[in-house]
């Protein structure tokens, strides 16, 4: 059956005006499996892989004040092979998720409640929220990987079937975080975890097995909310960044970050697999950074790309009410205002150099991830809009000349972070596509589209119409066919 509702979970949720429940971010309850489905343009016959992204998609009406990120996990997948699409879509099936269709309402209290709110006691380094699995995919050992970012479980699913495959055996009793990375020329996977219990940090290498490798304690000087983490060829990159959950508040179980703009940012460097002694510290300009691009080494130096926010504290934003105006301001980009940025450290002399890559405010972006920890020419950014946690395009950066091309989606269309498809046989960095779902809220559908990134300019070589029209989300992933094969093979050896 070209298009097949496989299942329809039941929402709670009341009517509402709430920012983050409502158009672009309007929740599913479906669950889909589709073939043929129309197609404008043609679907390339040279890729081979599928293109996963989450969605914060909340299933019960909220115990006080929702933020987005805290929505149930939902999965998206786009598998292309052979000129054919084939789509589905399922929430993972999360120890929470479980518990709240049992009773039928929500549990948990968001990060905007005091956590005696909470009916039940949560996960992660807050300890009070629900584990959603709803911030990260990735693709290793042949499956998908779903996390969240406040730390927790991580659930595995099919890759092509979304089939839910549990929870991963090796992961630790604090948890992973969110972004854990891929490191494709080896198959090992890095991950991250942190908390409110001391050394507040641990950083762990899986095999392309699937059997933990490393896991060491790296002790930060108190609590901290490092969001992603950053690899070269051979070391680690962790960060710790002056905005953290405030101290004196955290004492009466109160969780709100604040930035401390005399603390420096630092940097720690391991190799791959280091003891804690052997990390090197580089302090740098204070800031916050949610995503990185890349990382690679060049003599002496270690290079490292990533967003810079300008304003960690965002100025306030208009119109909003009273009770989401920090929520709104913080989902801003226009007022955390990251720039593409590089770092430079020197791991001879132990100092730090960096500046700016350019000047607009760009989030959410991605590279040919053959290119994951040695030096990349391109990278792939996601275009915020102006007041509201959506992305209204994409732009493609060549480090080399410096130039920048931007392709907007149109009016009321809001794409996903961007994933990089190279061709099969792919003859250069930039030889592939750039991957995509947009919510197109005039034509009231979604879609999947392809850019060639060799033609950027042009707009989409296909749009795939998606049974549904989908939420929002926020990360994405490309995996190949080919790698899924390989780790297959070799898990079943
Ligand atoms: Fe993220």
Same mark, same amino acid.
């Given at each position: 059956m070209p298009v097949q509702l496989v299942n329809e979970i039941k929402s709670t949720i009341k009517p509402n005006n709430h920012p983050y429940m409502n158009?672009?971010?309007?929740p599913n309850y479906k669950e889909y499996n589709a073939t043929e489905m129309e197609v404008i343009g043609e679907i390339p016959q040279d890729i081979d892989g599928v293109y996963i992204r989450n969605t914060e998609n909340q299933v019960h009406e909220p115990i006080g004040r929702y933020h987005p990120f805290e929505g149930d996990g939902m999965v998206h997948m786009m598998h292309i092979v052979n000129g054919q699409a084939e789509y589905r879509n399922r929430f993972v099936r999360t120890k929470a998720f479980a518990a709240e269709q049992e009773v039928g309402h929500s549990l948990w209290a968001g $990060?905007?409640?005091?956590?005696?709110? @909470?009916?039940r006691p949560g996960w992660g380094?807050?300890? /009070?929220?629900?584990?959603?699995?709803s911030t990260d995919v990735i693709v290793h050992a042949g499956k998908l990987l779903s996390t969240f970012y406040q730390c927790g479980d991580g659930y595995r699913l099919d890759?092509?079937? $979304?089939?839910q495959l549990g929870t991963? @055996?090796?992961?630790?009793?604090?948890g992973i975080s969110a /972004?854990?990375?891929?490191v494709e020329k080896t198959g090992e996977l890095i991950f991250f975890n942190y908390s409110?219990?001391?050394?507040?940090y641990h950083y762990g290498v899986v095999g392309p097995d699937n059997k933990l490798k490393h896991y060491i304690p790296i002790e930060l000087p108190g609590p901290r909310l490092p969001h992603t983490i950053a690899f070269t060829s051979n070391y680690t990159i962790i960060n710790d960044f002056p905005?953290?959950?405030?101290p004196e508040l955290l004492k009466k179980d109160i969780h709100a970050s604040r930035f401390f703009p005399d603390i420096p940012s630092r940097f720690g460097i391991i190799p791959?697999?280091?003891?804690?002694?052997?990390i090197k510290w580089f302090e740098a300009d204070p800031t916050y950074v949610l995503h990185f691009i890349n990382a690679w080494e060049e003599g002496d130096e270690i290079v490292l790309d990533g967003y810079f926010q300008?304003?960690?504290?965002?100025?306030r934003y208009p119109d909003a009410p009273p009770e989401y105006e920090r929520m709104m301001a913080y989902l801003d980009m226009y007022l955390l205002k990251p720039k593409r940025h590089r770092w430079r450290f020197?791991?001879?002399?132990g100092q730090t150099t960096e500046e700016h890559l350019d000047d607009p405010y760009v989030e959410f972006g991605t590279i040919n991830h053959r290119y994951g920890g040695i030096k990349n020419r391109y990278a792939y950014s996601a275009i915020p809009a102006k007041?509201?946690?959506?992305?209204?395009g994409v732009a493609m950066h060549d480090n080399d000349s410096g130039r920048s091309w931007e392709m907007p989606f149109g009016p009321q269309r809001f794409g996903s972070e961007p994933a990089f498809a190279p061709r099969i046989?792919?003859?250069?960095?930039?030889d592939g596509y750039v991957a995509t779902f947009i919510t197109d809220l005039i034509q009231d559908r979604s879609e999947f589209v392809l850019i060639d990134a060799t033609d950027f300019?042009?707009?989409?070589v296909c749009q795939v119409i998606l049974p549904h029209r989908i939420s929002s989300g926020t990360h994405s992933t490309w995996a190949h066919g080919e790698d899924i094969r390989k780790a297959r093979a070799l898990r079943a050896a």
């Open positions: 158009e672009a971010w309007t $990060l905007m409640e005091h956590p005696k709110m @909470s009916i380094a807050h300890e /009070h929220l629900k584990d959603a699995s890759p092509y079937t $979304l089939e991963e @055996s090796w992961v630790p009793l604090d /972004h854990t990375s891929l409110k219990h001391a050394p507040y905005l953290f959950w405030d791959r697999f280091g003891d804690p002694d052997t300008e304003s960690p504290v965002p100025g020197n791991m001879k002399t007041g509201k946690f959506l992305f209204d046989n792919a003859t250069s960095e930039n300019e042009a707009g989409p």
